[in-house]
């Protein structure tokens, strides 16, 4: 069985980059193996001619382990964007359903801690700056994992900056007006509802949601860098204000979603590319 | 659709289903052995299957079997093959 144990070898170092789905693959393929040696010794070949004939017919190891990475890394990077994407999305009820509602009851005023927005650059807090951070890091690692397949760090990295973002928004508004049964609420209904979409309901939903969701995070995300980055800009507090800023608001929404089009559409081509290439 | 009809009288470990499906066509269908297990992973990432663990003669055995989901699939895609084999009877073996 020395060409099994050099072929299984061989398939484990093509997996190395998953050790945690290797060992059932590794498992699954040397019982097939074991299972085709033993009916084809059955059908009268003699050891090593049942073991080469085994091996013949499951194939060359590299384009197999290939086709297995550029699953796994697919669906990793499916479950990555789901995760960020409720993560993330679940922001924008926080920040933007407790305004329309505050709209829909009348004028109200942002608290003081909003008004970080109103300061220069020069004179933010520690707290804003780590907040200003997590803003800017978010979306950039989180992209970064969409467009490269990233590995385990980056894809972490990126659940962490989805946290952090979460995290930062969440405090800043737990300190300021509306109540936070609201933000909770809104919150936990957001995420519901981006949980459903990342589940799977159906095939059509299963491929819209990711999607959905990463322009609606990409527009969070721009949104809140272009009101830090204008710093003077508050949050509109009155129907009027809120009129004023759609224009900019539809730029900001329009321009992540032919950014996240592209960036999916780069990203199946290159696993299938990989592939490809593997079995040439 | 082959390996979802091939789950479909009962569950089966990877190199059963290949001769199940290969017996079930009267050995027209030789199925690539290779192809066959990340098939298999994606239907089950689609949850089109499920598998389960079991020790046989000391080793560790994968058994797959069909999902509610798994059997709608496959009386979908069994009806759009019918509906397609039947239109290209009509075309090539006119009445």
């Known amino acids: 069985m020395r060409e099994t144990e050099q072929w299984l070898a061989e398939m484990r170092d093509h997996l190395q980059r998953f050790p945690r789905r290797r060992r059932p693959i590794l498992d699954e393929l040397a019982d097939h193996l074991l299972v085709s040696v033993e009916e084809l010794r059955a059908a009268g070949l003699d050891a090593s001619e049942a073991e080469r004939e085994a091996l013949r017919r499951l194939g060359d190891p590299r384009p197999l382990a290939a086709e297995f990475a550029g699953d796994i ?41 909003l008004d970080y927005v109103r300061l220069a650059p020069d004179s933010l807090s520690h707290n804003t700056w780590l907040w200003l951070v997590a803003v800017g890091l978010a979306p950039l690692v989180y992209l970064a994992a969409i467009a490269f397949s990233a590995g385990r760090w980056i894809q972490l990295g990126s659940v962490a900056a989805g946290t952090c973002y979460l995290g930062a928004v969440t405090a800043t508004w737990l ?38 969701a990463s322009v609606a995070v990409c527009a969070i995300a721009a949104d809140a860098l272009a009101q830090l980055l204008a710093s003077g800009i508050a949050i509109p507090h009155n129907l009027p204000g809120v009129l004023m800023a759609l224009p900019n608001l539809a730029v900001l929404f329009l321009s992540p979603i032919c950014l996240i089009a592209l960036i999916s559409y780069s990203d199946a081509h290159s696993v299938t590319g990989r592939l490809s290439a593997t079995r040439r | 659709m082959l390996l979802l009809a091939g789950l479909e009288p009962g569950e089966a470990h990877g190199y059963g289903l ?67 084999s039947r239109a290209i009877d009509l075309a090539v073996n006119p009445a």
């Not at chain 1, 964007?81 to 009348?106: D, E, H, K, N, Q």
């Not at chain 1, 300021?176 to 979409?197: F, K, M, R, S, Y």
């Not at chain 2, 689609?46 to 059997?71: C, F, I, M």
């Open chain 1, 73 to 113: 890394a697919r669906n990793r990077s499916i479950t990555v964007t789901r995760l960020v994407s409720a993560v993330l999305l679940s922001t924008f009820g926080l920040v933007w359903i407790p305004v329309i509602l505050a709209l829909l009851r009348g004028p109200f005023t942002p608290g003081p801690e």
């Open chain 1, 175 to 212: 300190r300021v007006w509306p109540p936070a049964w609201i933000q909770i609420t809104t919150w936990a209904l957001v995420t519901l509802v981006a949980l459903a979409g990342a589940g799977r309901p159906s095939r059509s939903v299963r491929t819209l949601s990711p999607r959905l």
């Open chain 2, 18 to 84: 290949i001769e199940r499906v290969s017996a079930r066509s009267g050995d027209v269908f030789a199925l690539t052995e290779g192809s066959v297990y990340p098939a298999l992973h994606r239907l089950e990432a689609a949850g089109d299957v499920k598998s389960r663990w079991e020790q046989v003669g000391g080793r560790r055995r994968r058994v797959y079997q069909l999902t509610r989901s798994g059997r709608a699939r496959l009386g979908h895609e069994r009806a759009e093959w019918t509906r397609f």
